[in-house]
Nanobody, 115 residues
Framework: QVQLVESGGGLVQPGGSLKLSCAAS????????MGWHRQAPGKQRELVAV???????NYADSVKGRFTISRDNFKNTVYLQMNSLKPEDTAVYYC?????????WGQGTQVTVSL
């Protein structure tokens, strides 16, 4: 039903910025809640940001004020603008789509914040 492909990850210095994109294929993008999770080595996957089908936003406390999630329903794409990056943000970032009990995940994109 939904396939998700992330892009935009890479290596950035502390204080820098990156913008991640997640392109979705399939039907019904506009009625899915979309979001980003991340997983660092040795840690559990954690929620980063969510944008619901109605446009409501939720962020993890650790990224509030620094990250911005947005979606373009005409392009079937969700974005994560990441500013003021910290080494603690280093992780694999995963795009996801959710509707009721259905969940879909992308393959992940690596973000490394280091000098």
């Amino acid at each position: 039903q939904v396939q998700l492909v992330e892009s935009g990850g890479g290596l950035v210095q502390p204080g820098g910025s990156l913008k991640l994109s997640c392109a979705a294929s399939g039907s019904g993008f506009s009625i899915y809640d979309m979001g980003w999770h991340r997983q660092a080595p040795g840690k559990q996957r954690e929620l980063v940001a969510v944008i619901t089908r109605g446009g409501r936003l939720n962020y993890a406390d650790s990224v509030k004020g620094r990250f911005t999630i947005s979606r373009d329903n005409f392009k079937n794409t969700v974005y994560l603008q990441m500013n003021s990056l910290k080494p603690e943000d280093t992780a694999v970032y995963y795009c996801y789509a959710q509707k009721t009990v259905a969940e879909y995940w992308g393959q992940g994109t690596q973000v490394t914040v280091s000098l």
